[in-house]
């Protein structure tokens, strides 16, 4: 093992760490345009999430759940990432960390994912891929909910 994997596995570990330990944009929200929670039963992590979506934007949003580290964080870093941005970006953000998790994604796109980017060592862990999206679903579920205009919080 060269020692630059090393580091860089060490950085986004600590990320991990950091984000599992202190959640960004954690809790739920009193007025959400839109709603989803989702569990992945083989891990026991649950997600729920919380949009507040004004003129095709994302305001605010936020999430709550428990579980495992993995679904944890990637539920902060998803948040952070996703707030200010156009609904219509989530939407190819969402796709762009999918395609990560396949090993898919374009070294250059990676940044798009900002901090989310530091769980693209999942992938090499079957189990756990599934606590990596799991937040990712839920936004996705949102934002179809959204779309058909479903959303009756
Ligand atoms: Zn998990």
Redesign the pocket.
Known sequence: MSSDTTSLDELYQELIVDHFKNPRCHGALSDPTCFASLL?P????EIELFFRVKEDRVQEVTFQGK??S??QASASMMCQLFVGKPVAEVSTLVSRFAEMMKGEIPQGDLVQLGDAASLQGVKRFTA?I??AM?SWEAAKLSLKKLEREECTV
């Open positions: 992945n083989l891990c026991g992590d579980g495992c993995i679904s756990r599934r606590c799991l």
